[in-house]
């Protein structure tokens, strides 16, 4: 299986993210500023990395850069989604980002594995959650990163 990780970061957290993945799972890692449709669609499982940001927005460089994902052919393509956040300065809008990058590739066709559930975290309100779950795997470090390795590790042989 080819896996590509896809991901945007303004402070870093979740590049170092994508790479803890991409170590364990054999993926290649591409920052959005660099990445062309070609990253998004050649690869069997596309794995999708966002921050939230502002108040529930996607990560800056997401926002500018979103083309290349409309662009990309995205039909029966396999999706997953990762993203960080803070639980406790944001509980309204916790990893609102996924929720975002959802809408847009289901919108295109693709098929979005990898929901997981909110048992473990505090918060108040997620545009990130479809029938109670969120849409993929939901990080906490700026709280939570002593729970970060054992979310991935349940986390991705859903993906498989
Ligand atoms: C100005 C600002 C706004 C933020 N807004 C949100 C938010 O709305 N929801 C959320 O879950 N996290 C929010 N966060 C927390 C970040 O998403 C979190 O710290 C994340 O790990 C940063 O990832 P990065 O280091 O890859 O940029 C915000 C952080 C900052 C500094």
């Known amino acids: 299986m080819s896996v590509t990780i896809v991901f945007g970061s303004d402070s ?4 170092k993210i994508a790479s803890r993945i991409a170590s364990q799972i054999d ?7 660099k990445a062309q449709s070609s990253d998004f669609e050649d690869c069997s499982l596309l794995i999708l990395g966002c921050p939230t940001y502002g108040d529930g927005d996607l990560q800056a460089d997401w926002e500018d850069h979103l083309n290349a994902l409309e662009e990309a052919e ?8 990762f993203g960080t956040g803070d639980q406790e300065i944001y509980p309204d809008s916790f990893v609102d980002a996924i929720g975002i990058l959802y809408d847009i590739v289901v919108g295109k066709g693709a098929k979005v594995i ?7 975290y505090s918060f108040t309100h997620s545009a990130a959650l479809r029938d109670g779950q969120f849409v993929g795997l939901a990080l906490d470090e700026d709280n939570q990163s002593s729970e970060t390795d054992d ?9 498989s």
């Open 12 to 15: 870093g957290c979740t590049k």
């Open 27 to 33: 993926a290649r890692t591409v920052n959005i500023t």
């Open 74 to 81: 995205l039909k029966d393509k396999k999706v997953a989604l």
């Open 114 to 120: 990898g929901f997981t559930k909110t048992e473990g």
């Open 151 to 159: 979310r991935i590790a349940a986390w991705l042989p859903q993906l």
